[in-house]
């Protein structure tokens, strides 16, 4: 299911909707069948930049083959409420999406034989006012995204301007909530044994 924004953007701060961009472990983000390596990390964009040509290049597809596979790891996870691309011209825009959740090293052939959590046929969408609704009570706690690309609208490749994710991000990094589980553990060091207090029971040191 897709839908336009219904109001004016520049009454309106979408950039703080499209708040996933910077849960994005953007180091990590990869893509398979990039015609130039690295070349994924510069989709994900301010939302107010999504149409900016200065910003650095777009993610293209090897000619002659235009399936793309997008790898997209989250500093912290997150739930995902709709996912906006903005594609290439003369048909190289992807013509369907196909979403993996939380599964690592997915490659092509995982991919076309695994069955999505969701997928849409999309539409060009030149301008990026146009969001793909997801079945936001299967994208809950999502630690990563694989997006599945598999055509377009009849290009020799595939090209993408654009991915913006629309969403809501828990405020703990991963690390931090391990350092907590970690933290709340016993610490046999913060207490004495019966030896060490001359024989009395052990017990917790005062803070």
């Given amino acids: 299911m897709a839908c336009l924004h219904d109001h ?3 009454d309106h701060d979408c950039s703080s909707d499209w708040s996933l961009y910077k849960h994005i472990d953007l180091p990590k983000v990869s893509a398979l069948n990039e015609a130039v390596s690295g070349s994924v990390k510069s989709v994900f964009k301010a939302w107010e930049q999504r149409l900016d040509s200065s910003m650095q290049g777009y993610l293209e597809s090897n000619e002659g083959d235009p399936e793309l596979l997008v790898f997209i790891p989250f500093t912290s ?4 409420k709709s996912i906006s ?8 825009s ?39 609704q997801t079945r936001y009570s299967r994208f809950q706690g999502v630690g990563n995204l694989t997006l599945h690309f598999p055509e377009n609208f009849g290009a020799e490749t595939t090209q993408i301007h654009y991915i913006g994710l629309r969403g809501e991000a828990t405020q703990l990094k991963r690390d931090v909530v391990a350092t907590i589980v970690y933290e709340l553990m ?11 207090s001359g024989g009395g029971l052990s017990h917790w040191s005062e803070q």
Avoid: Y
Avoid at 186 to 196: G, I, L, V, Y
């Fill in 8 to 10: 004016n953007c520049e």
């Fill in 186 to 196: 016993p610490n046999p060091s913060d207490h004495k044994t019966r030896a060490e």
């Fill in 94 to 132: 992807p013509s369907k999406m196909r979403a993996f959740l939380n599964r690592d090293g997915i490659d092509f052939s995982d991919a076309q034989s695994m069955q999505p959590v969701q997928e849409w046929d999309l539409v060009e969408n030149f301008q990026g006012l146009l969001e793909f």
């Fill in 77 to 80: 996870d997150v739930k995902i």
């Fill in 85 to 92: 691309v903005v594609g290439g011209a003369d048909g190289t």
